[in-house]
Structures are given as C-alpha cells and as structure tokens.
C-alpha cells in the first residue's frame, strides 16, 4: 500500500506540473509527424519544377546564384538535392545564437532558397524562421523558447513522462487477472456517464499507446541529455567506450584546379544514381571538409551513408555507412527514425501519430479526474432540513 501511495504521488504531481509541456510536445509531435509528405503538397510550387531535356547546372553555379540573392553576410551551409528531375534544388543558411531566449531570438536569421536547376531561377526565398513547420518543430523541441531553456524545458518535461508513463502502468496493472477484470481493464465502457467514460479514456488509450510512447519518450531522452546518450553507447558497445574516429581535414596546400564540391557531387551521383536524395554540408573552415550525405529511402537516417571530400579537390577521404559503424553510432542513428516511426516507413509514422493524438488527451483526462475527486473533497456536505 505505501508503494502504490508513492506511485500514485509521483504519477498525480508530475503529471499536473509537466502536464501542459507534454500537451504541448504531443499535439506539435501530431502536426510534425508527415512534414515530409505535407510540403510537396503544400509547398508545391517552391518544391517542383518542370523537367527540361538537358544538364543540369553545376551545383557550383546554383550556389553562386543562392549566395547572391541572400547576400554575403549570410553564408550558406547547406544543399538538399531530391533525386527527381522535377525537382527544384535547396539551399540553406542558417545562424544560430545560443543564448537567445526565444525562438526569435534563437535564430538570428534563417532561410532557404528554392532554385531550378535547369535554368538558375530564383523560385522562392523562404524566411524559415517564420515558416508554418519550423514552428511546430520549435515548439515540440524548446516550447518556442531558446535553445537554453527551452532544450531543459521539454527535456525535464519528458522526463517526468517516462515516470508518468512507467507509475500508470503500474497503478492499472490488474491485481487479478480475472474475466471481467480484463474487460474492464482492457475496453472503454462507451456508454458509461461521462466520469467513468473520461477515467477509461485516460487509464486505456493511455495502455494501448504505452509502449510507443516509451519508446518515443526515451528516443526524445537521447537528444536531450548527455547521460542518456552516453548511456545508450555503453550498452550498445556492451559496456565498452569506443574513441571517437579522428577528423578528417582538407589540404590547404594544395592548388585548387578544379570544384570540389561539383567534382563531389558529381562522383555521389554517380556512383549512388538510385539514391532518394541527396544533402551537401559545406566547409565552414579552411581545413574544413565537404561532407556528402546519401539518402537511400525517404529522408530516412539510420540507412544512409556519409562520404567525406576535400574541398578543393574533390579527392573522396571517407565513405561509412550504417554497415560500418559501430554498435553505439548504430543506436544513435537509430534514433531519429525510431522516435518518428520512420523506421518503419509510412506505416510507422501513422503509428506514431495515432500514440501521439492519445498523448495529448492523457494531461487532458487525467486533469479531470484530478480536478474531480479534488473538488468532491472540498465540497460541503448538504445540511438537512429540521423540522
């Protein structure tokens, strides 16, 4: 009994303190869960070009044309590179500033540039910071704070989840497991009054989400916290710490004859012509490297490969892919499509979506019933009448 007073405690308080936040993180994570198959539709016109029977430009030219239009006080770090010909090319400048207190000041600026490949034409100049999806995105990563408060925010927030998560399972384990406890424990009662339809809403959407939003709660853990991912490698490499591969740097001595990046690119291509996209993360630096990502299926990260250039000749250093990693980097790389449901392709995305929807009703009905018995305690007993 004072076990499942303690579980009872921790489940009703931090449920109340981190409720909003996780409300929050649960409708943002809905809205956010098919971004990659709402922009071709909604962004249509940025994202798709009409094919031309000829080359396409150099990725260096395209480039040219993307630093121009945004000027150079805003650098570019990044090209997306949908393996279609009827797709336009995406270029991305991003600053971030880490002691900004809110989204808006978090990003200094942010913007993608939208060109067709075939003829250099501006499509669209985006300001990403203001754009529909990012804010979703922001809101379900920091609350729309920024990144210093807002990453402990939802990281805390998620937290407690788990425990809310972990102490629910406990409180509705049944004690016997009896026929009629199992359908009472297993089945919302439709036609019950609405206090006992909101307790069977809360206690069963909540048992049947459980374990993918466990599973999304502690993917959300790793990013948020060193001790988490750190965690993860260790048991991933059975209890062993693995050194961190050197980095790979560019000859700064050397000529620079031909483009790197296009040379790059071009190579990727070829070799990777079935790939679903690609996505070029340019130097920063002198030594710096160009760091060419291929994505085999969807924008789906655990199975794509990362191939290393020098920047000035284009001379391939490195190509790993999820093969060749070792068990603790495969963990990590698992990360992402395993918190979005990506890993199992569409059908793990509605997944997640679905477990998600049930999540942001949980703080919903478990205020309720809260507020309730709450209310029922401190309500006065009706006098009767003396007659």
Known sequence: ?????????????????????????????????????????VYRERLFVTPENKEKLPLTRLLGIAQQTLGNDKIITRIEIANSPD???????????????????YFEYYYRVYINPYSGKVIYVEDSKNEFFQLVLALH?????????????????????????????????????????I??????????????????????????????????????????????????????????NIEKSPLLVSDTLQTQTVSGLDKAFTTTAAHYPDAYA????????????????????????????????????????????????????????????????????LFGKIISFFAALACSTLPVTGFYIWWGKNRKKVARPRLRSVR
């Open 1 to 41: 009994m004072k076990l499942k007073k303690v579980v009872s405690f921790l489940h009703l308080w931090l449920g109340v303190v981190s409720g909003l936040f996780v409300f929050l993180i649960a409708v943002s994570g809905c809205l956010y869960a098919f971004v990659d198959e709402l922009k071709p539709i």
């Open 87 to 105: 797709r336009s090319v995406t270029f991305r400048s991003q600053k971030n500033n880490p002691d900004g207190l809110t989204h808006w000041d």
């Open 141 to 181: 990563m920091r609350m729309l704070f920024g990144e210093k408060i807002g990453h402990y925010v939802v990281g805390y927030s998620v937290l407690s989840f788990v425990i809310v998560l972990l102490s629910g399972f406990i409180l509705w384990f049944p004690k016997k497991w009896k026929l009629k406890s």
């Open 183 to 240: 359908k009472n424990n297993f089945t919302i009662k439709w036609s019950a009054k609405w206090k006992r339809l909101n307790y069977d809403l809360h206690q069963i959407l909540g048992l049947y989400a459980f374990f993918v939003l466990l599973l999304t709660s502690l993917t959300g853990l790793v990013w948020a916290f060193d001790w988490m991912q750190n965690s993860v490698r260790f048991v991933a490499n059975a209890g062993r």
């Open 278 to 345: 690609y996505m070029v993360l340019l130097p920063v630096k002198a030594a710096s490297t160009i760091n060419t990502l291929v994505y085999k299926k969807d924008w789906n990260r655990f199975d794509r490969l990362l191939i290393v250039y020098d920047r000035y000749s284009g001379k391939l250093l490195s190509n790993t892919s999820f093969q060749n990693l070792n068990n603790g980097d495969k963990a990590y790389q698992l990360n992402f499509d395993l918190h979005t449901g990506a890993y199992l392709g």
